[in-house]
């Protein structure tokens, strides 16, 4: 790729976002078909989530601020015209990470058994030696993807996670659709749908790699363009990368020891037996999948916000900043808190379409996690502005505060018998409600103006109420006259009555986000490609 034909920071936020949403929606059909009963159901699912929660935390220690580190190292290099640099660099890199790549499968594949017994699920070694590999396979793509970005070429990021999703979801459900049908049991069928991961992160390396070779090739430079010494180099990439890393891995800690928490305190105090433990973890895995939709449309929020935020901060424009982050916390009150509701009015159909014959929690769990699905999006939100701030560290306070919060809570209420894994979603809304309230304590410190929480929720809030009226009307009076004599609603018969009661949501909230004006045209160009669905919506621009 010519140098000529960079893409600009915000031309590669606008890439990333629109890859981002493609994956996560790639990433969500991967794991709705494995949680149905002809496949993993409640229990299979369980042994799966217990295994990916391990990969994540030692995915987030290997990879979380090295690929960050790498391309600013990269961009700084790129700049100045040092291209042996550029090229040293990438070779020091990768060697750490496929050092601690390595370094980390070792661990899941000798310390299998021993991590599935701490997590309670014994059953679950089979699946963390399947998901091993993938730690170092991602930690040598993310070498790559660096080295990419540092050359402000976001577009083998993106598709390589295309790569990697669509290789995962093919290779997962027909691994475990066949493990299952030819009666291997639920332990190994979970290792077989979580072998697509593995497989996944295989495609998106080879596809990395062959990029980097077609359209960055190793060159010959002359003595005038001498690099520094390896040893310089990789104090610099892990003096910026490690504390990264550290941030990062905090809410994987916490959510991995919630996790054990949970199937631990589900069988010695709340008195189940192993495999009732095990189904009511998988049903609440189920509902954390649906739960993670709102979170997927943020993060392209928060990828065209940053840039634009830490602009007017450079220049010292700190009251445009403050206007910029008021904005964007509206912009995801206004995303999160329509599908916070909508889970909430209708976690009935939804969990019990998407999971028929689950276990019957499911919908309950849902509806609670749809209050903390809000709180997760705004969260969201808060961190990035005060990362984008110069404020790094202070999320990390925000998580832990939240985490210790989570962690007491599900204590408590998860080993009593009468709430069981009801109490989890219940510590997950207190996690994330403790981490929004410390991030807007820090916002009101860091910020010029304070964002005023009347204009960030009250609009929105405004707007969803009407729509989560309208969305439980249709739905109630639909069920009520497809009902057969006041039998219950079959799966067919309650999509049906579903479908529309969402259509009509989506109708009312849209409508009601011009009333309201809890979105105008302004903040819609903060997203990119987002003046056209404000045209669409006929929105109009701010007052002042």
């Known amino acids: 790729m010519p140098e000529s034909k960079k893409q600009n920071y915000l031309h590669g936020a606008a890439i990333m976002a629109g890859t981002t949403v493609i994956v996560k929606i790639v990433a969500f059909f991967y794991k709705l078909p494995l949680g149905s009963m002809r496949i993993l159901g409640d229990e299979g699912f369980a042994h799966f989530n217990v295994a990916y929660n391990i990969y994540s935390f030692f995915l987030t220690l290997a990879t979380a601020g090295f690929p960050v580190a790498l391309s600013r190292m990269i961009s700084a290099?790129?700049?100045?015209?040092?291209?042996?640099?550029?090229?040293?660099i990438f070779r020091v890199a990768l060697g750490v990470l496929l050092g601690i790549g390595g370094f980390f499968t070792l661990i899941m594949l000798l310390f299998s058994k021993p991590l599935s017994a701490v997590m309670g699920d014994r059953e679950a070694w089979m699946s963390i030696l399947a998901l091993a590999p993938a730690v170092l396979l991602v930690c040598a793509t993310s070498a790559y993807r660096g080295y990419c970005q540092g050359r402000s070429n976001m577009i083998p990021t993106a598709?390589?996670?295309?790569?990697?999703?669509?290789?995962?979801?093919?290779?997962?459900?027909?691994?475990?659709?066949?493990?299952?049908?030819?009666?291997?049991?639920?332990?190994?069928?979970?290792?077989?749908a979580i072998f697509g991961v593995t497989f996944g992160a295989l495609g998106a390396l080879i596809y990395m790699a062959l990029y980097k070779c077609r359209y960055y090739p190793l060159q010959t430079y002359g003595l005038a363009d001498t690099p520094d010494s390896a040893g310089s180099i990789m104090r610099e990439f892990l003096t910026i990368g490690i504390p990264?890393?550290?941030?990062?891995?905090?809410?994987?800690?916490?959510?991995?020891?919630?996790n054990?928490?949970?199937?631990?305190?589900?069988?010695?105090?709340?008195?189940?037996?192993?495999?009732?433990?095990?189904?009511?973890?998988?049903?609440?895995?189920?509902?954390?999948?649906?739960?993670?939709l709102p979170s997927y449309f943020i993060t392209p929020l928060t990828l065209s916000v940053v840039p634009a935020l830490t602009a007017f901060l450079t220049r010292r424009q700190r009251r445009e900043a403050s206007d910029l982050a008021e904005s964007s916390l509206r912009i995801a009150a206004s995303v999160a808190m329509p599908m916070g509701v909508g889970l909430f009015v209708l976690a009935e159909p939804v969990f019990r379409v998407i999971y028929w014959g689950s276990n019957p929690a499911g919908p309950v769990l849902l509806r609670m996690l749809g209050v903390a699905a809000f709180f997760v999006c705004m969260s969201m939100m808060g961190n990035a502005i005060l990362q984008a701030a110069g404020q790094e560290r202070l999320p990390i306070v925000s998580i832990i505060l939240g985490g210790v919060v989570k962690i007491g809570v599900n204590w408590v209420l998860v080993g009593n018998p009468r709430i069981n894994i009801t109490g989890a979603p219940v510590g997950s809304i207190f996690c994330f409600a403790v981490i929004c309230a410390a991030d807007y304590v820090f916002l009101c410190r860091t910020l010029k103006n304070k964002p005023r929480l009347s204009r960030v929720l009250g609009a929105p809030l405004l707007s969803c109420l009407p729509m989560g009226?309208?969305?439980?009307?249709?739905?109630?009076?639909?069920?009520?006259?497809?009902?057969?004599?006041?039998?219950?609603?079959?799966?067919?018969?309650?999509?049906?009555?579903?479908?529309?009661?969402?259509?009509?949501?989506?109708?009312?909230?849209?409508v009601m986000i011009g009333v309201t004006r809890a979105v105008t045209m302004d903040d819609m160009e903060l997203i990119p490609h987002g003046e056209k669905l404000g045209k669409l919506l006929h929105l109009q621009k701010n007052r002042h």
Request: charged letters at 10%.
């Open 77 to 88: 290099a790129d700049t100045q015209g040092r291209q042996a640099q550029v090229q040293r």
């Open 260 to 292: 054990g928490l949970c199937l631990n305190r589900l069988q010695s105090a709340a008195r189940f037996s192993p495999q009732e433990a095990h189904v009511l973890y998988g049903v609440y895995g189920k509902a954390q999948t649906l739960y993670n």
């Open 469 to 510: 009226v309208s969305a439980w009307a249709v739905y109630g009076l639909l069920s009520r006259l497809l009902s057969r004599g006041g039998a219950p609603l079959t799966r067919p018969r309650m999509a049906m009555a579903m479908f529309p009661a969402i259509l009509v949501a989506v109708a009312v909230y849209a």
């Open 159 to 192: 598709f390589g996670q295309v790569v990697e999703e669509v290789g995962k979801l093919l290779v997962g459900l027909t691994l475990a659709y066949v493990l299952v049908r030819t009666g291997k049991g639920l332990p190994m069928a979970s290792a077989g």
């Open 244 to 258: 990264i890393a550290i941030g990062a891995s905090v809410l994987s800690m916490i959510n991995l020891l919630d």
